[in-house]
């Protein structure tokens, strides 16, 4: 946000978690989308970290090349700034359409993309049909209150055209359960799945699953599907044991890891050291949502956020550079799979503060 009075007054919801025992499905049951704002200035784009877009460059081509998409037409619903559309063209394919209501065209630069055509909208049941080769989703399912009306809709747009691929990815569930992520739980994410509660839904909405598997140090779930007129039930409910596991330990867990941080945090501030977290987006967002008070600022890669302030708590966003002058003695990572490119990155700018994970 803008202003730090913007931040601090930004709309809060409650998140109630419930479980389908049948399905595997976890929801936050009293999400209310009217306080979510999905627009330009939603920031969610990760092309900041070389880490990231050598994950999503790979894949891009990984898909073009895996789906023979080259020269073929690919829409992206939820493309967020359209990098990753921006990779597939890279990578071969003849058009795209990226849907979604952040997308700024004008920060797309490329040679790829004179072939890619954008829409600043959600993806409801009025885009149809859909005429594409592929239809790609990442990170967007999970922002999606009614996935089954969600994936029914994308079902229907493609009516005849059985040979569409379907190339969704969101985050891995049992990974947040089994390690009480607290931070990976945020009021945007209000649909959360397991490989095999993803895939049972879209069998129970007309696709056949033709691989799903984990990706980016097991964080991700890539699903592959296309339209089938009649689904085989290839995914049975032989996760639901690990994700009641899961859940159980999660509730039992969350306490105890609160208060190990909020220990750690506090300990450093009682001696007058400040303590920073890397990484201000939805994970930076939900861990100051609960020890934001021993934390002195959020730093992140992205200079469109340099100079605002984290929504909810307030804290202000800094570049990198900035850890000079804050001299913290703690830099927490949002996200250990950054831990190298941020510890070098610190190293470079000579700031000698202990760096850990969540």
Known sequence: ???????????????ELGFCSDCGFIGNTTFQPSLTRYSAD?????????????????????????????????????????EFLVMMAEAGIGSGLGIDPGVDPGRIGSSGSDRLRWENALFDSSYGPLVADAIVCRHTLEHVPNVREFLTD????????????????????IRVLEEAAFWDVYYEHCSYFSEGSLARLFESCGFEVLDVSLAYDDQYILLEARPSASPASRWQADDIARLEQGITHFASGYESIVAEWRDRLTRIQTRGGKSVIW??????????GVVGDLVEAAVDVNPNKHGTY????????VAPRQLVSIAPELVVVMNPIYLDEIGAEMGRLGVSAEIVSV
């Open 279 to 288: 990484g201000a987006s939805s994970k930076g967002v939900s861990f100051l």
């Open 310 to 317: 984290v929504a909810g708590s307030g804290h202000r966003i």
């Open 154 to 173: 994308i079902r229907s747009a493609i009516g005849d055209k059985m040979d569409t691929v379907l190339l969704f990815e969101i985050p891995d569930t």
């Open 1 to 15: 946000m803008p202003t730090l009075e913007e931040a601090e007054s930004f709309p809060r919801g409650r998140i």
């Open 42 to 82: 939603y920031e969610e784009t990760q092309a900041f970290s070389a880490r990231f877009v050598d994950f999503a460059g790979k894949l891009a081509r990984d898909w073009v090349t895996g789906h023979g998409l080259a020269g073929k037409h690919v829409v992206e619903i939820g493309c967020g700034k359209g």
